[in-house]
């Protein structure tokens, strides 16, 4: 059963109590990799494996996600500024111990290319931050994973 999580702002990505963050360089430049996180959010179930669902909410304000295993967010978009940014926090969920959750992209350039980082900051019951603290190398894989694909999925648009 989903439910309602902290209200929390793009700030709670300095000062949430669990913070997770992975970086990797990409070829792609800043704003195709941008324009794929903010502005093709269906598109995201195509590179980022463990989502089997994404699809925009709230006239654009919003999204809907749902993950491999049956986890399902409802997210409020926080900061959706192109190229450099684009911040998520997470509104409902039926993650068991998971009170508050945002996710940060940044986007840098690195010579023709982007240094990408997402940062997941979180907070949830101690069981759930251990759980999460010891799965970072899981977590961490996904990302390089998910990132890779869309990189390869950007190659023909940035060639």
């Given at each position: 059963m989903?439910?309602?999580?902290?209200?929390?702002?793009?700030?709670f990505?300095?000062?949430?109590?669990?913070?997770l963050?992975?970086a990797?360089e990409?070829?792609?430049p800043?704003?195709?990799v941008?324009?794929?996180?903010?502005?093709?959010?269906?598109?995201?179930?195509?590179?980022?494996?463990?989502?089997?669902?994404?699809?925009?909410?709230?006239?654009?304000?919003?999204?809907?996600?749902?993950?491999?295993?049956?986890?399902?967010?409802?997210?409020?978009?926080?900061?959706?500024?192109?190229?450099?940014?684009y911040?998520?926090?997470?509104?409902?969920?039926?993650a068991p111990?998971l009170?508050?959750?945002?996710?940060?992209?940044?986007?840098?350039?690195?010579?023709?290319?982007?240094?990408?980082?997402?940062?997941?900051a979180?907070?949830?019951?101690?069981?759930?931050?251990?759980?999460?603290t010891?799965?970072?190398?899981?977590?961490g894989?996904?990302?390089?994973g998910?990132v890779?694909?869309?990189?390869?999925r950007?190659?023909?648009?940035?060639?």
């Amino acid at each position: 059963m989903a439910r309602r999580l902290r209200p929390v702002g793009a700030d709670f990505v300095e000062t949430a109590p669990l913070r997770l963050v992975f970086a990797r360089e990409v070829s792609a430049p800043p704003q195709a990799v941008f324009s794929a996180l903010a502005e093709d959010v269906p598109g995201w179930s195509e590179w980022f494996s463990a989502v089997t669902l994404a699809r925009p909410s709230a006239d654009g304000g919003g999204r809907e996600v749902r993950l491999r295993g049956g986890t399902r967010f409802e997210e409020t978009i926080l900061v959706s500024q192109a190229p450099e940014v684009y911040t998520y926090r997470a509104d409902t969920s039926n993650a068991p111990g998971l009170h508050a959750l945002v996710e940060e992209w940044r986007l840098t350039p690195a010579g023709s290319g982007t240094c990408v980082r997402w940062t997941f900051a979180a907070d949830g019951t101690a069981v759930f931050r251990a759980a999460l603290t010891l799965g970072r190398s899981g977590l961490g894989r996904a990302f390089r994973g998910a990132v890779t694909a869309l990189d390869q999925r950007l190659a023909p648009a940035s060639a």
